[in-house]
């Protein structure tokens, strides 16, 4: 029987900035929205099915199943920042689940992080199509124009991370230019390890 690899792509905006609420734990920031891309691969890491969801602060209670029995749950700087951020509203094991975070795997490549925007500009023509500080602006004004903007932004995101993501695992490099104006193409290995290939975890929630 052919493997079948389940993945969800995901991203977060908040509400307040870190200046704002006077620590450096992100779950004092408070979630606005996340947006997440739940989908289906072949053996061959093709996809054959995907869907963007979005929920705001009120609604996260209905997101969670949609990380319950992932292979891989895919996002960037996601271990240090997003995962944090949502401590206040996820499930007690949720950190425990198979987090992929490429700023670790680029980090342990390069030696340093590197932007999502700086890698997807040189990687695939792509740019983010706003910024977090806006992001936090939209939030708090709280018109609809304002949150559809914070809405498309988030989910934006989650298509470039995962078009990053993508490119990483089918080549095996990426390409940024660096702070010191160096074009640069890092090797990284984003292939899935044999016991990560068998199954998919049970959910922990």
Known sequence: MSKIYHEVIFDLETQKFFDETKTSDPADLGVSVVS?????????????????FSFWEDELENMWRYFRGMDRIIGFNSIN????????YAPPDFSKLPHFDIIEHVKSAF???????????????????????NAVMYWQKHDSESLAKLKSYCEADVRI???VYDYGLRNGT?????????PREIAVDFSYSQNQASLAQPSLF
């Open 36 to 52: 997440l891309y739940s989908r289906k691969l072949d053996e061959n890491f093709i996809q054959i099915e995907g869907q963007m």
């Open 81 to 88: 920042f997003d995962v944090p951020a949502l401590k206040r």
């Open 111 to 133: 030696g340093h992080r590197v932007s999502l925007n700086k890698i997807a500009r040189d990687t695939l023509g792509d740019a983010k199509t706003d910024s977090g500080a």
């Open 161 to 163: 991370t995962k078009d």
């Open 174 to 182: 990426l390409k940024f230019t660096d702070h010191w104006n160096t």
